[in-house]
């Protein structure tokens, strides 16, 4: 039970991880703090906010290949924003 509750945390944090970089749109990727804090302000406030989940969310993002990070900035991979674009349009 504990793990299926920890795996829902990691989905929503990739998904509203996918989600700050679309929204904030920076051409050269968004910095991992501009993204924890569009997530932060969109964050439910009975809901706490676990750092750690945030990072390894990310970092399995780039093990994934659904991020690419460039320094300490992260933007979608570009098969993986294809595959977003096929999935919203279907």
Known sequence: QRFERLQLNIMSYKQGIVDA???LG??????SIAIKKHMQARH???KKWQ????LSSLKSG??????????????????F???LKGASTT
């Open 62 to 79: 780039v093990d994934k290949g659904q991020l690419v990070k460039n320094k300490n900035s992260y933007r979608l991979h570009p098969d």
């Open 51 to 54: 750092n750690a989940t945030f």
């Open 26 to 31: 920076d051409r050269m990727g968004s910095s």
């Open 21 to 23: 970089i679309q929204e």
């Open 81 to 83: 924003k294809m595959k």
């Open 44 to 46: 439910p406030k009975d």
